[in-house]
């Protein structure tokens, strides 16, 4: 059980050359156990009393930063998230939603597609739903037509001149070696039986099951898009730009999502989140918020094969 404890302080203001001894008195709480050793409460005059403490809820339930939890601190929720988007705690399944993008990506069609779904069907060539090796190395596509048939969704495609993952600016080693090992990793978890595919086949249908830990639980674990864990993201690690991340943010971002011996997660949150940064980061070293938005639903990486395709 924790006791409380309250301290006064006060602090005076100069009036001429005299003090004036009308002080103002500003209530501290503080919070001690049992087994602390009591310690003096002194506040330093710089602090503003209302700035500290106005965003304060008075519903002590509300509260989302623990005294004797410095990393709730740290990293902080934004509280008015509720009053910039409409039910933020709600995932949804078909748009990547955020304060900008209330509707998700304007103009932009999910084909019946959950977001994470539509973040994988940019690797698939021929619309089949199945993504091969060597779809993920040559990837993007021009949809030209699509057709909704038996809740299956077909897309038709006409081939671009770029390579896949070299379509978003990867380079050929990087492109060679990521089509073999995320087929590799996902191709068992998506198969729709128990006998693994020779192919190392992704059936997009079940991209789900290969969510990994250690990740921002952006999706949640049927592919919906969570605008909460979104905007988490940047109310915790964003501290030099508001909606924007630094590559060391981005570092302490995946080490502060780590799960305990999660070394499969650690190491696919790592791959990921730098292969995106050193794609799609601006000339400051700055990974943008709608930039990130744009991965999570891949419209990103349409528009990073259109920017290479006229580059």
Known sequence: MCLRSTVKWRQHHRSGKAFSHSAQVATVTRYHFPWQPARSCK???RVSMSSSFSSRPEDPSLETEAPHAAVTRERRLNPDLQEQLPKPYLARALEAVDPSHPQGTKGRDHRGLSVLQQHAAFFDRNGDGIIYPWETFQGGMIRQAYQVDSAVVRVMFVPRCFPGLQA?????PVSFMGSILIN???SYPTQPGWLPSPFLSIHIKNIHKGKHGSDSE??????RFDPSKFDAIFSKYGRTHPDALTLHELTSMLQG???????IGWIAAAGEWLLLYSVAKDKDGLLHRETIRGAFD??????LEDNKKSS
Not at 168 to 172: A, H, M, P, T, V
Not at 218 to 223: H, N, P, Q, R, V
Not at 298 to 303: A, D, I, P, Q, V
């Open 43 to 45: 506040l330093s005059p």
């Open 168 to 172: 978003i600016g990867c380079g050929l």
């Open 184 to 186: 590799l990793v996902l």
């Open 218 to 223: 952006s999706y949640d674990t049927e592919g």
């Open 257 to 263: 999502n780590r799960n305990m011996y999660d070394f």
């Open 298 to 303: 891949g419209s990103l990486f349409e528009r």
